[in-house]
């Protein structure tokens, strides 16, 4: 394994519904003993601009996320503030609700596994996702998945029911879809260019991968590769709400792409304007706007991955 020198680990206190809190006394006595001969100090993130301040201004070259995907998230948008040269590595601890960038680098969802498999962890460079409103130029990133439309609607209903009741996982995200689909079914126009091939259309689904699932598991994407310079794309075509319950449970399972309504395509980048606002999400979080960039940042991050991680596969060893 790499040797690390300085790692600060980054602990989000309320992630998991407190489960980032409760994990806490265990990392602090299990990960000197992972990484002996590291000086490790812990910070508990407050907010999500105070973990990407973190992440853009830590000296350190690890840090070890504990939380969900959504503090990876915020901490990430801090760490790409930084030259290529100047970035620390990155390890993830999950003990979020959905936890798909775990699934994606074969991660436990287990923290306290997750921290001992750490001991035998390798880098692997990964892409990042960046995304520019081009109405602002303003500039973010992501990890696994952006979405539009009813895919958004999903996210940010679970986020909602999440706070309102706690759960967490599949049966959170199955809930918010159906609530999504029977209230949210609305079709939107799109204009895009797919690495400059245009293509209008009016769309229910469109999510641009860089993982391969979204909503704890879903295989929008299931070839999808975080290491191949490229995006996995999904769209799918107005449909009835007894279609979409149909393609929502195929989609579930990542057998929906021979579907007649849904197309899949592979880019680096895409561009996509929208007559008016619709539900957008990016990594789980809301993002607002109707003219977008999309592109793909190769080999942008390191991040720490289980020696037997499924993104080995087509990925680099640092």
């Not at 309320?14 to 980032?20: D, E, F, P």
């Not at 969900?68 to 590595?89: C, K, N, S, Y």
């Not at 798909?100 to 498999?117: C, F, K, L, V």
């Not at 996995?232 to 579930?252: D, E, F, P, W």
């Amino acid at each position: 394994m790499q040797t690390f020198s300085r790692i600060i680990a980054l602990v989000n206190p309320v992630a998991g519904s407190g489960l980032g809190a409760a994990v806490l006394p265990h990392a602090r006595e299990q990960l000197p003993k992972v990484f002996p001969d590291a000086d490790i100090t812990f910070i508990e993130t407050q907010n999500a601009t105070h973990a990407g301040e973190l992440g853009a201004t830590l000296d350190a070259d690890l840090l070890v996320v504990i939380g969900g995907d959504g503090t990876l998230h915020d901490v990430v948008q801090g760490i790409m503030r930084r030259p290529l040269e100047q970035r620390p590595a990155v390890a993830l601890v999950a003990v979020g609700s959905g936890n798909d960038y775990a699934r994606t680098i074969g991660a436990s969802s287990n923290p306290q596994e997750a921290i001992s498999s750490l001991a035998s962890s390798v880098p692997l460079v990964v892409d990042i996702g960046r995304i520019t409103e081009t109405n602002n130029n303003e500039v973010t990133y992501y990890l696994e998945t952006l979405s539009f439309g009813v895919d958004a609607a999903v996210a940010i209903k679970t986020m909602e029911l999440r706070k309102a009741t706690g759960a967490t996982g599949t049966r959170l995200y199955a809930r918010a879809a159906i609530s999504a689909i029977f209230n949210d079914l609305t079709p939107f126009h799109v204009t895009c260019r797919i690495d400059g091939e245009p293509l209008e259309d009016v769309l229910l689904i469109c999510a641009i991968q860089n993982g391969p699932t979204y909503g704890s598991g879903f295989k929008v994407a299931p070839r999808a590769s975080i290491t191949d310079g490229l995006f996995n794309i999904c769209v799918g075509q107005r449909m009835s709400t007894l279609h979409a319950m149909y393609y929502l449970l195929r989609i579930k399972a990542g057998t929906h792409e021979s579907l007649k309504r849904i197309t899949t395509y592979t880019a680096s980048r895409f561009d996509i304007s929208l007559e008016k606002q619709v539900p957008i999400q990016f990594d789980g979080e809301e993002l607002l706007g109707t003219s977008f960039c999309v592109e793909v940042m190769p080999g942008a991050l390191t991040v720490l991955v289980p020696f037997a991680s499924p993104a080995l596969g087509t990925g680099n060893n640092a």
